[in-house]
């Protein structure tokens, strides 16, 4: 076959604070002739997730940073387009790393077949995908179980959603804090959570007071800064925290002083445990089994924003950190 036509985002200059339109460029690229043991996919959906902005920065994290002038990487589905490998064919769906640019060739160790049964194709980059899976695996990771008090901030993001409405499915009662009216009713009335509240209308800590007078017993942690202080000052004694992020310091160009109550981690006999998502992916089978099931018996609750074309992408990653998704933030790339 010809050459493909392909456009990518490719990160232009490391950012400072909060990334601008200017930290990217768009870049026309064209694919080279399919070889042996080669996929093409043409990307349906890519994701734009929190945890990218530390990846635009020097230095190692957990993952490499990522290289100035080349393509930026991240989850996303698409459809085969043309297969040279026996395990892939023409018009099947699969889930891979390679976000940020509408078409891409690949060897099959390097995609995920998923199948059409679930629809919209983008799920499996919420629900049924990696947010999906860190909400799963951390509640899991301090064992969270029915009767206990959670507490989830960023609740209406991608994780936090899935993480509250998978407490209750475990009969716990589920705290939550986002950043508008909108989004607390989104977690009252599609979530299911029992208490919702707008951290912009007041202190967290004083709003907990009044939703938890008794305390909390797990705090799951997208947030951190002063909601985790509140946390901290709210959680019963031998009360566990799962931290799975920190949104609200992605940005800052200096590190910020930890919480001014820490010692209550000694006081209260707490736990903290933080956790990767891709350290659980032996696990991710059984992710798919038992969330699956619930999403298919309709228990579980899939909502996203979507923005159209690669050419919004940039803005949708942006978005993030200016509150304005609700569920998991997709880029329809088909």
Aim: net charge neutral.
């Amino acid at each position: 076959m010809s050459t493909i036509a392909s456009r990518e985002i490719h990160l232009a200059s490391r950012p400072k604070g909060l990334p601008t339109a200017a930290d990217f460029d768009l870049v026309r690229t064209e694919l080279e002739p399919l070889q042996d043991q080669q996929v093409l996919v043409h990307n349906l959906f890519m994701s734009v997730d929190p945890y990218m902005r530390g990846r635009m920065n020097e230095g190692k994290s957990y993952v490499p940073p990522f290289e100035l002038g080349k393509p930026l990487d991240g989850g996303a589905v698409g459809e085969v387009v043309e297969s040279r490998v026996k395990e892939f064919k023409p018009g099947d769906a699969v889930t891979s790393n390679f976000g940020w640019r509408e078409y891409f060739v690949a060897s099959p160790k390097e995609l995920h077949p998923v199948s059409r049964e679930f629809q919209p194709l983008s799920v499996y980059l919420g629900v049924l995908g990696m947010t999906g899976m860190t909400a799963w695996v951390g509640l899991n990771l301090l064992e969270v179980k029915a009767n206990d008090v959670v507490f989830i901030s960023g609740a209406a993001g991608a994780v936090g959603n899935v993480a509250g409405q998978l407490a209750k499915l475990r009969g716990c009662r589920v705290i939550g804090s986002a950043g508008s009216t909108e989004k607390v009713m989104f977690l009252r009335e599609e979530c299911g959570f029992d208490v919702a509240f707008d951290y912009k209308v007041g202190p967290v800590v004083e709003q907990l007071k009044v939703e938890a007078p008794d305390g909390i017993d797990v705090y799951f942690d997208n947030v951190g800064g002063v909601t985790l202080e509140a946390a901290l000052s709210a959680l019963r004694v031998h009360g566990r925290i799962i931290a799975c992020g920190g949104i609200s310091g992605y940005n800052d160009e200096k590190p910020r002083p930890g919480p001014s109550n820490l010692f209550n981690m000694i006081t209260k006999r707490l736990t903290l445990k933080g956790f990767i998502v891709r350290d659980w992916l032996d696990h991710q089978a059984e992710f798919e089994t038992e969330v699956g099931g619930y999403f298919k018996a309709g228990k579980l609750k899939h909502k996203e924003t979507v923005v159209k074309g690669i050419a919004q992408a940039v803005g949708a990653f942006i978005g993030l950190f200016q509150g304005q998704n609700i569920g998991k933030m997709v880029v329809d790339l088909s």
